[in-house]
């Protein structure tokens, strides 16, 4: 069973967005069902296509958000760097204490999620004043 899935409500349904999101959350259902039979040791084998998946997508989104005008776009950069400031530093601390255990992993996944998630809707709510989801 997954333990994170995305209510319909947190659908962008713009560009490639929603499956972007999707990738992500798929990676960290993954992940959880690893750790669940046990810390884990590789480390650097969570966190580099974590941070990976999150920095390309933070990257279209952004890309998404200039195209259209998003007035909040400088705003949300900044989140999406202070995220990624976030993943790094929880890497370091597993990585000085050797390994990743599985509630280290949930609370980071469930705020990064929950972060993604809260910080793109503002965007969803313009594209539809806008006229371009309708
Ligand atoms: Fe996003
Ligand atoms: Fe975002």
Excluded at 21 to 40: E, K, M, T
Excluded at 52 to 58: K, V
Excluded at 116 to 132: M, N, S, V
Aim: hydrophobic letters at 40%.
């Amino acid at each position: 069973m997954n333990q994170f899935s995305l209510p319909s409500a947190a659908c962008i349904g713009y560009g490639t967005i929603d499956a972007e999101h999707q990738d992500i959350i798929d990676f960290v259902n993954s992940n959880v069902r690893l750790l669940r039979q046990g810390p884990r040791r590789d480390i650097v084998g969570l966190f580099e296509p974590l941070r990976h998946l999150m920095a390309h997508h933070f990257r279209n989104e952004e890309q998404l958000m200039r195209d259209t005008g998003f007035p909040g776009l400088i705003g949300h950069r900044g989140q999406h760097e202070g995220l990624l400031l976030r993943i790094d530093d929880l890497w370091r601390l597993c990585a000085a204490r050797g390994r990743v255990d599985l509630n280290d992993a949930v609370t980071c996944f469930d705020s990064v999620i929950d972060d993604i998630l809260r910080a793109d809707l503002p965007f969803k709510t313009f594209l539809h004043e806008q006229g371009i989801l309708r």
